[in-house]
């Protein structure tokens, strides 16, 4: 019923900047918080930036001031700007949206399939 799909990521380098993007659709009444989440290989995930939907940011200190959330309601779109990539940075960001599927329907989570982020030093 509901579909969330990341793109943007891929290899770069020390230093570099990519930009997620995560696109909600199908049977969508209204969205909630949209988050971003990262799991390296063998650590669990862990919760990267989050955004309200009145646009209230929120960010693991270990990101803050290279890592910027927005979101575009009208496309139910979230996005991660990510700037100043460390090797650390390196693991597969998801994407997860609170969205309710009518009005009469709590809030579900649900959560996209994952896209790589390689940094390299």
């Known amino acids: 019923q509901v579909q969330l799909v990341e793109s943007g990521g891929g290899l770069v380098q020390a230093g570099g900047s990519l930009r997620l993007s995560c696109a909600a659709s199908g049977r969508i009444f209204s969205i909630n918080t949209m988050a971003w989440y990262r799991q390296a290989p063998g650590e669990q995930r862990e919760l990267v930036a989050l955004i309200s939907s009145g646009g209230i940011t929120n960010y693991v200190d270990s990101v803050k001031g290279r890592f910027t959330i927005s979101r575009d309601n009208a496309k139910n779109t979230v996005y991660l700007q990510m700037n100043s990539l460390k090797p650390e940075d390196t693991a597969v960001y998801y994407c997860?949206?609170?969205?309710?599927?009518?009005?009469?329907?709590?809030?579900?989570?649900?959560w996209g399939k994952g896209t790589l982020v390689t940094v390299s030093s």
């Open positions: 997860k949206a609170e969205i309710r599927n009518t009005w009469y329907n709590g809030a579900m989570d649900y």
